[in-house]
């Protein structure tokens, strides 16, 4: 997808910095996701598909409502059905619409290697350009929620671009259009955070949900798509929401110390043959004494 | 060996034959194709490499296949050159020598076989090294085979992969300085297969010492 008219943050594999940073401010955008409110419709899932063109695929039904076990590079929303016995509530149904989280330091954009494949828009969208995409697939290793998908057929990895083309255009995402209980909410990020902070603060008052908060991971520096959980003691229980969930270390260790040690190392290296041979020039073999018609370097 | 004549008239002794030339330079080919691309996906300040080479998806496309012409060029090393490559007690000596050997005063280095013991860490180190990019290059190829209960898998690779390629890539440069550079009649060698008789007995006195044993029990 394209935002062009968007101001760029970030840009993946790019060398120096970002063109034409800073010069327009831009509202940091947000999707709220009440937990407590989805009916599981799967309205969202559907307009979905409808808005980015992507027809019904085969799928896996795993004695669950869920449509199919995880997201596929055509399938970006997928509302996770878990059951859970609550102590105080009994049999819950957590239903928890999955999608990619556009994580303030997204860790798909931190792995990639080719330039512009992955860019990150002030206001917060992090969007995938197919077109530069070289198909590595280190955005899958970077990614803590398991989001970037590979297509065999297009050799390329997709996600959910928070509709991007609509955000530009001034519209909500197609998701929060379609939702019929009005669970998702679209605005600016300090908005959401108000909204859902509110309604959490309703379910621990007024509902019992003694343990109701607000997901946004401190661990990725905040996601642009935040939760109202009845339980955000404990995240796992939503179809496995990680609890802190950031950068895989090994992506950084690579990214950061390994990267400039090797590049200490491999200029060290070249500067070290040159300086050895200006130092003790070439091993020259000495004439053969006894054959010199037959010894030395021809 | 082959059909290629050990020692020739004019006293040159051949000291890589037909079948190793080829196996070296289908490794070097293909390890070189590998190092380009594998610099591009390694900084962004490199990337243009890739471009170079046809664009980043090709390479990304060609990597793991390069990768695999590499390794089984080094399974073919290591089934003819496994044996030779052996460390020996003898070695002990030669490393402390080692100083002698960085300031060329060769003189003061022991004798060393067909292969001294410098060249043997060269190749266990490649070797090595190439089974953990063979591995972890694998994980890497096919990012959807991964499932993310084996995550873990995926993390390994992308720490381990670069980090192996690094230590390749700090034996090269010495090899590829010492094969062309440094030493004089090594690049012949590897690309004609013959040497002079002083050059096999000031680099690889043992070795040379066997040939001649074995030329002159053949006369």
């Not at chain 1, 695929?57 to 609550?86: A, C, G, R």
């Not at chain 1, 998908?149 to 996600?159: D, G, Q, Y």
């Not at chain 1, 260790?253 to 300086?275: D, E, F, R, S, T």
């Amino acid at each position: 997808m394209s935002g062009a008219s968007l101001e760029i943050r970030a840009i993946s594999g790019h060398a120096g910095s970002v063109p034409g940073a800073g010069l327009k401010r831009e509202f940091e955008v947000c999707k709220l996701i009440d937990t407590t409110t989805c009916i599981g419709c799967k309205a969202c899932e559907v307009a979905c598909l409808e808005w980015n063109g992507y027809s019904f695929s085969e799928t896996v039904f795993n004695n669950s409502y869920q449509t199919m076990p995880e997201t596929s590079w055509n399938y970006w929303n997928l509302i996770k059905f878990n059951e859970h016995e609550d102590k105080d509530h009994g049999m819950m149904l957590l239903m928890r619409k999955d999608q990619c989280m556009h994580c303030e330091d997204p860790g798909c954009l931190e792995a990639c290697p080719a330039d512009g494949a992955i860019v990150q828009y002030v206001n917060g969208i992090v969007d995938f350009q197919q077109e530069h995409c070289i198909g590595c697939g280190y955005c899958m290793s970077g990614c803590p929620f398991n989001i970037p998908k590979f297509s065999p057929e297009a050799r390329k990895v997709f996600k959910c671009t928070l509709c991007v083309d609509r955000v530009t255009a001034g519209l909500e995402p197609a998701c929060i259009k379609s939702c019929p209980t009005g669970c998702l909410h679209f605005g600016t990020k300090p908005e959401m955070k108000e909204l859902a902070e509110k309604r959490a603060k309703q379910l621990r008052t007024q509902s019992g949900f003694s343990d109701a908060g607000v997901y946004d991971p401190s661990g990725v520096a905040g996601t642009h798509v935040i939760y109202v959980l009845h339980d955000a003691k404990n995240p796992e229980l939503y179809g496995g929401l990680p609890a802190n969930p950031s950068i895989p270390w090994t992506v950084k260790l690579w990214k950061h110390p390994l990267k400039w040690l090797g590049n200490l190392a491999m200029v060290g290296g070249l500067v070290g043959v040159a300086i050895h041979y200006l130092r003790f020039g070439p091993k020259v073999v000495k004439e053969d004494e006894e054959n010199p018609e037959e010894g030395g370097k021809r | 060996m082959s059909d290629e004549p050990v020692v020739l008239p004019n006293g040159r002794i051949l000291r890589y034959s037909f079948h190793e030339r080829m196996i070296h330079w289908i490794a070097a080919i293909s390890y070189v194709y590998l190092l380009l691309t594998g610099l591009a996906f390694w900084s962004p300040w490199l990337f243009w490499i890739a471009v170079a080479l046809g664009g980043g998806t090709i390479s990304r496309e060609l990597h793991p296949w390069a990768g695999l012409i590499f390794v089984f060029s080094t399974v073919l090393m290591y089934r003819m050159w496994a044996v030779q490559m052996k460390e020996e007690p003898a070695d002990k000596a030669w490393w402390k020598a080692t100083q002698h050997y960085i300031r060329n005063e060769d003189e003061s280095v022991p004798p060393a076989d067909r292969f001294n013991p410098g060249q043997k860490i060269l190749f266990w180190g490649f070797f090595w090294c190439g089974i953990l990019l063979l591995l972890s290059g694998l994980i890497l190829w096919f990012p959807n085979w991964i499932p993310w209960n084996l995550h873990f898998l995926r993390l390994a690779a992308v720490i381990i992969h670069p980090a192996a390629a690094l230590l390749t890539i700090g034996l090269f440069i010495i090899h590829v300085y010492m094969g062309a550079v440094l030493e004089e009649g090594a690049f012949a060698a590897i690309v004609r297969g013959y040497v002079s008789r002083a050059w096999a007995k000031e680099h690889h006195r043992l070795w040379y010492d066997q040939i001649v044993k074995g030329a002159s029990a053949r006369k």
